[in-house]
């Protein structure tokens, strides 16, 4: 069965309703509403929006989106309804959780606060991926400040020729990398290690993912990519100047690097997973984690033999 999430990135057709058309609505209700938890038009929605239960839908749909846009989709064109199949998705292990869908489907004031506090995960999400990124790639890439601004652009731009500085073994002094190596660079790593699995929580879901399917999921190494050309470009021109990450200046890049991924998927596939399985070993094995890399569907049992053991049973 499809999942909400995969049917919203599959088809932006699906959705019956305009969601032009149902914002205007939303607002003309939050207008005329005395409602004291109520938001007005402009107002940030916080926890104080919610009653107990919707309040622990919205906290946890937070997180559920920040794992569908570490391992779904980065840069969905339809963020509310990206958020709200997230929100259906989470809601679908708790009766408590549907009846708050089935009151916002006829509140859209609660619709509207629901959508709009978990969409507040994709900007976090990618600010805290986006503060990591170009803290490191200084001494990853050798930029310091030690060298003229000629020095840094020819460099910058090396690295972001071909897409240089994801591949393994960069010689950033002669301008070389490896081809064979591509999506091996050290900076991936540290990067995932630092967001998903660190002391944080807001990433547990796609962290736990990782570790059930013992790999680097394709879509979320496609993101950290995009995270640090973005924060390379920052120094393109020689000197440090801001670029946002965000969907004017990353999504085109990150359908780049995802579609890089998957040709590499179906032209090596071997080669791919295998990368994917070594990567998520790499970083447990700098996390203290070693336990994660254990197989956790072992058969404890797999030495008994239940004839025997059936036959000592007193048939009364």
């Not at 796609?206 to 979320?220: D, H, P, R, S, Y």
């Not at 946002?244 to 997973?273: C, I, V």
Request: proline fraction near 2%.
């Amino acid at each position: 069965m499809t999942s909400g999430i995969a049917a919203a990135n599959t088809s932006a057709n699906r959705e019956p309703r305009d969601h032009g058309q149902w914002r205007t609505e939303v607002r003309n209700v939050c207008s005329t509403s005395t409602t004291s938890s109520t938001p007005s038009h402009g107002e940030k929605v916080t926890s104080a929006s919610f009653t107990q239960i919707s309040g622990r839908l919205a906290a946890l749909s937070k997180a559920k989106t920040r794992e569908y846009i570490a391992t779904v989709n980065a840069f969905p064109t339809d963020k509310e309804q990206f958020c709200w199949s997230a929100i259906q998705d989470l809601a679908k292990a708790s009766e408590p959780f549907q009846r708050t869908l089935e009151e916002a489907e006829l509140d859209l004031v609660l619709k509207e606060n629901l959508i709009d506090y978990t969409g507040y995960s994709i900007a976090g999400l990618r600010g805290d991926l986006k503060a990591k990124a170009k803290t490191i790639i200084l001494g990853h890439y050798s930029l310091t400040a030690g060298q003229s601004s000629a020095e840094i652009k020819e460099r910058v731009r090396w690295l972001l020729t071909k897409s240089n500085f994801m591949y393994g073994g960069l010689d950033i002094k002669n301008l070389t990398v490896n081809r064979q190596e591509p999506f091996k660079h050290p900076i991936l790593v540290d990067i995932i290690r630092g967001q998903w699995f660190g002391k944080g929580k807001a990433d547990v879901a796609a962290m736990n993912k990782m570790i059930t399917l013992k790999l680097v999921m394709g879509e979320l190494i496609a993101l950290v990519v995009t995270v640090v050309e973005n924060a390379l470009k920052e120094w393109i021109e020689g000197s440090y100047h801001t670029v946002n990450f965000s969907e004017d200046t990353s999504a085109e890049r990150y359908m780049h690097h995802l579609h890089s991924w998957r040709k590499m998927e179906t032209q090596g596939p071997n080669w791919t997973r295998t990368l994917q399985s070594e990567l998520f070993q790499i970083i447990v094995s700098n996390t203290n984690r070693q336990h994660l890399q254990a197989a956790q569907d072992d058969d404890d049992l797999d030495d008994l033999n239940f004839a025997e053991l059936e036959s000592t049973v007193v048939q009364n």
